[in-house]
C-alpha cells in the first residue's frame, strides 16, 4: 500500500513540477495583469473621468464630493473653499486612477503600480467607510457566510493580483521584461562600480 501511495505522490510531483517549471515564468504575471485589468480598468477610467470638468487640471464639484465628502459639505459643497492640498490629493487621485491600471495592463513598472493600486484602493475603502458611511452589510466581514461585501469581500479580491505582481513582477510578457532585456540592470556591477 505504501508503494502506491509513493507512487501517487512521485506521480503528482513529477507532473506539477513539470506545470511550474513551463508556465511559472510568464502566466501568473500575465493572468494578474489580464484579470486585475478585465474587471477594473475601466471601472478606474470611468471614475477618473468623472472627476475631470473640463481640463486636465479642473477637478469636478464630482471629485471632491468623492474624495472629501465630509470636508466638501462642511463648505456648504462650495468647491472655491476648498485648499490648493484638496485640489492636489483629487488630482492625483485622479491620475492615478488613468496611469496605474494602464501601466499594470502593459507592465511597465508593474510592482510600483500595483503597489500604488493597493494603496489607492486602501485609501478608497476608507473614504468609503468613514467618508460615505458605508453601512456593516456593505463593509462585511472576513470568514462569514456571505461572500457579496463591497469592502471585505470584492476589495480583498481586487488587491490579490496586485500583491502577486508586487512580489513577483509582471512576467516574461511585459514590458518590464522587455526592458530588462534591453537594459539590463545588476546592482552587483552598481555596486563594483562605487568601491
Given amino acids: 500500500m505504501s508503494n502506491i501511495v509513493q507512487s501517487l505522490f512521485g506521480l503528482h510531483n513529477r507532473v506539477f513540477e513539470l506545470v511550474e517549471r513551463s508556465l511559472a515564468n510568464w502566466l501568473p ?3 494578474a495583469r489580464a484579470v486585475f485589468s478585465s474587471v477594473l480598468l475601466v471601472f478606474f ?3 477618473a473621468a468623472t472627476k475631470l470638468d473640463g481640463g486636465l487640471f479642473s477637478p469636478s464639484a464630482g471629485a471632491y464630493a468623492q474624495i472629501f465628502p465630509k ?3 462642511a463648505l456648504d459643497y462650495d468647491t472655491d473653499r476648498m485648499s490648493a492640498f ?3 490629493i483629487v ?3 485622479t491620475y492615478a486612477e488613468f496611469i496605474l491600471p494602464l501601466l ?3 507592465g511597465l513598472m508593474t510592482r510600483l503600480a500595483s503597489a500604488g493600486m ?3 484602493i486602501t485609501v478608497m475603502s476608507i473614504v468609503d467607510i468613514y467618508g460615505h458611511g458605508l453601512d456593516e452589510k456593505s463593509i462585511g466581514g472576513l470568514f462569514d457566510r456571505f461572500q457579496d461585501s463591497v469592502i471585505a469581500d470584492q476589495r480583498l ?3 490579490f493580483p496586485l500583491v502577486y505582481l508586487v512580489i513577483k513582477g509582471a512576467g516574461m510578457i511585459s514590458v518590464d521584461a522587455l526592458l530588462k532585456k534591453i537594459l539590463p540592470y545588476s546592482s552587483n556591477k552598481a555596486v563594483a562600480s562605487h568601491s
Fill in 29 to 31: 504575471g500575465l493572468a
Fill in 104 to 106: 499594470i495592463l502593459v
Fill in 86 to 88: 484638496h485640489s492636489l
Fill in 45 to 47: 477610467w470611468q471614475s
Fill in 71 to 73: 470636508t466638501l459639505e
Fill in 91 to 93: 488630482l492625483a487621485g
Fill in 118 to 120: 493597493i494603496g489607492f
Fill in 157 to 159: 479580491l481586487w488587491v
